[in-house]
């Protein structure tokens, strides 16, 4: 038998496995009831409207429908018919006062059962457990899920109430939403926070700003669900039309920071991220990865 009919035969084995492998991992991880890839993005009293607007034009670029939801929304439906929950840039004191005890729970639910969490500026705010704004502690009741104190503004980086661009450096190569960006990247910083997650906090720290080396970008489980939480405003594409709002268009991102948001929600979706058969992230990779291994 010639080695062409040999390598012929190899690959229709390996095709044949490959397609098992794909249904045994379909049929092993069927989705979650009642949800779909629609992300929920808060718009009420206290958000601003040009994060809205460009997280909004953020996740329908990442083929996602979004659905704007208020406080009343969470705190009397729930998020049973979501798979994302976006909090944006805002006043994060607002967002304590409007969403109820009952929809804090619906929130934490939510992300515990499965769902996604990301929090941008005023969003990673209002995940933390304490919350301390120009040197005081504010006296509210955040969701909590991020065991930590989310503290701002930086004057460091732009004395309130200013803003401008910051660096932030990548601090972990190794991070499937990270380990493919570049060491460095450019984001529009407009009263973010440091978060300081708790000393026994099971959080991966993924970015911190480059002036005072403080995090601003981490991803952690809760439950069976993930956060990403980040102090910068990374929806704003501050040299582009295509987020919608005309906000900081003076300044140079250095380029986009979506396709990184893109992978921070693939990772929180628990969805595969690169070429599937290389990434080794879900079982259908690893089995596949597995089975390469023993057949090179």
Not at 31 to 57: I, M, R
Not at 174 to 185: G, N, R
Not at 189 to 201: F, R, S
Not at 214 to 240: N, W
Request: hydrophobic content about 40%; charged content about 20%.
């Amino acid at each position: 038998m010639g080695k062409s009919m040999k390598w012929l035969i190899l690959l229709c084995v390996f095709l044949s496995l490959l397609f098992i492998i794909i249904l045994l991992s379909i049929s092993h991880n069927p989705p979650p009831p009642n949800k779909t890839a629609v992300a929920a993005l808060y718009s009420d009293v206290g958000t601003w409207e040009e994060s809205v607007q460009a997280a909004e034009k953020m996740f329908q670029w990442m083929n996602y429908t979004v659905e704007l939801v208020n406080a009343d929304h969470i705190n009397n439906n729930g998020l049973d018919d979501f798979s994302i929950l976006c909090i944006p840039g805002g006043n994060m004191y607002q967002y304590v006062q409007d969403i109820s005890s009952r929809g804090m729970e619906n929130i934490k639910n939510f992300i515990g059962n499965g769902g996604s969490y990301i929090g941008i500026c005023a969003g990673a705010y209002f995940a933390s457990e304490k919350v301390v704004w120009r040197g005081n502690q504010l006296p509210m009741r955040p969701l909590g899920v991020f065991p930590s104190t989310a503290e701002g503004p930086i004057n460091e980086i732009a004395p309130y109430p200013n803003y401008t661009m910051c660096k932030v450096n990548i601090v972990d190569s190794a991070h499937p939403i990270t380990q493919s960006e570049p060491d460095s990247a450019w984001m529009l910083y407009y009263w973010g926070p440091v978060l300081i997650p708790n000393k026994d906090a099971n959080i991966t720290i993924l970015g911190r700003y480059d002036r005072g080396n403080q995090p601003t970008m981490l991803a952690f489980d809760y439950g069976l669900g993930r956060a990403f939480l980040i102090g910068t405003h990374s929806e704003i594409e501050e040299d582009s039309e295509r987020d919608g709002v005309a906000f900081a268009d003076e300044s140079d991102d250095h380029g986009s920071d979506w396709e990184l948001m893109r992978k921070a929600v693939l990772w929180s979706l628990k969805k595969c991220m690169h070429a599937w058969f290389k990434c080794g992230h879900t079982t259908a990779c690893r089995r596949v990865k597995a089975f390469m291994a023993k057949s090179t």
